[in-house]
């Protein structure tokens, strides 16, 4: 009969507990998470507010600073690939040219972006 008074409130916490739910993770991922959502979101709404011709200062006021950037010099003209973050390809926590849209301005003036801007240069 021991046996059975011991058993019976195990019983009962058991049958109480299986009701709960279990919080994993943090808030700090979660707000990191819809950081990167919003910025991308952000951005793509930017890209409608660019033009041909603008030069690096307009393009900068609408789009904020670039996830990442190239520059190189070609047929004596610099060439500057502004990456912004567009689109999720992989939760890996870093951003990637995969997962950019690039802006292509040379001698300071948007000429295009897009990976077919990439491609005309």
Known sequence: MSKWVMLAPAALLVAT??????HVGSDKYREHNSDWEKTQLENRK????????????QVQNVMGFSDLNEAFQKDGKLVQ???????????????TKDECTPLVLVD?????????????L
């Open 46 to 57: 930017n890209l409608n507010g660019l033009t041909i011709g603008m030069d690096k200062d």
């Open 17 to 22: 507990l299986s009701g709960c739910s279990v």
């Open 108 to 120: 300071g003036s948007l000429i295009g972006w897009g990976e077919s801007a990439v491609q005309s």
């Open 81 to 95: 690939l502004w990456y912004y973050r567009t689109q999720h390809v992989k939760s890996d926590g870093r951003t």
